[in-house]
């Protein structure tokens, strides 16, 4: 007797993140959908660790079907259109390997779909209190409608156009399909697939109960060299479509640039510039103590005082020279921090 077909595929790329995939998979074996409903797609971009081995092993205690695919290294972009290439679902769901699904992700994915709300769809990502305070941190951070100003589908008052993010997304496979996957881009692919989506008129959808919790960068550096690539993927992004460049998307570069101006302005005209400094202190510890209020951890608030300017100042920073390479220079594609980043 054969299985029934699946409604859902989830699909997850990977790249040597061995122990995160197991918190992935875990998260996935304990939802409360039936997994009649749903497969899994883990599609590997070429690991070289014991990522192959241990979806094996996890293969043998699982309840739900878990699909192990590879490919050499070509890229996150790649690996998704892979995954969906052997998929068996008429919903596609993305998941990236550094989350887990809250216990009711698919389930209230699975009645959303049914009740036809959407085409596609985004969901927010958290962190749990069980994360490292610097992983919490980086967290609210990049949540926060003070330093983002909402734009990642925490809050539907948002301030900019709202893009689902493959962390956690979802569309129809026909409508895939139809757009033609993800692009070449080697970062920012997600956002220029849902604006090819959004542009076929499909019914794009934030879905706030549909929540993953993102384990994010451990290291400042790590973080530095995602933010610096998102920073230079916006400029990549415009000059694909310029609907994708909104006015929030210079705010980071022209902190950066300010920020640069009143310090070099303290160092020689230090009366004169000395209110700039306290006032640019003074709103960072609001927000530093703000996310140390919300998280209810002393660690998030001291860790944020380090996270905030890295976030800015390194998409900032992305931002301006791909701005330069691409626009002034006219120069072609600029892709940013390539190794040991994924």
Sequence with gaps: MSLPKPIISIVTPTYNRE??????????????????????????????????????????????????????????GAARNNGVNNSNGELIVFIDSDCEADIDWLKNIFNSYRNNEFDAFG???????????????????????????GMRGHNKNMIAKFYPRSHNMGVKKEIFDKVGGFGSLRHGQDIELSNRIINANA?????????????????????????FNWGVARINLSKIDGKMLQIIHFLPSLATLLTILILVGWIFYPILF?????????????????????TKSFLVTAHLFLVIPFQVFGYGLGFIIAFIKRFIFGQKLFTGFQKKYY
Excluded: W
């Design 19 to 76: 122990d995160e995939l197991i918190h992935l998979i875990e998260s996935i074996q304990t939802q409360s959908l039936s997994p009649e409903y749903f497969e899994m797609i883990i599609s590997d971009d070429g690991s070289i660790d014991g990522t192959a081995e241990k979806i094996k092993e996890l293969q043998k205690e699982i309840s739900f079907n878990l699909l192990y695919i590879s490919q050499k290294n070509l890229g996150p």
């Design 123 to 149: 969901g927010p990502d958290l962190a749990r209190e069980s994360f490292l305070p610097i992983q919490r941190a980086i967290n609210f951070s990049m949540t926060s409608f003070l330093t983002t100003g």
């Design 203 to 227: 019914k794009v959808k934030l879905l706030e109960d549909v929540i993953v919790y993102h384990r994010r960068r451990t290291t400042l550096m790590q973080f530095f060299r995602q933010v």
């Design 274 to 294: 000395i209110p700039y400094v306290i006032t640019g202190f003074l709103a960072l510890c609001f927000i530093c103590i703000y996310g140390g209020f919300k």
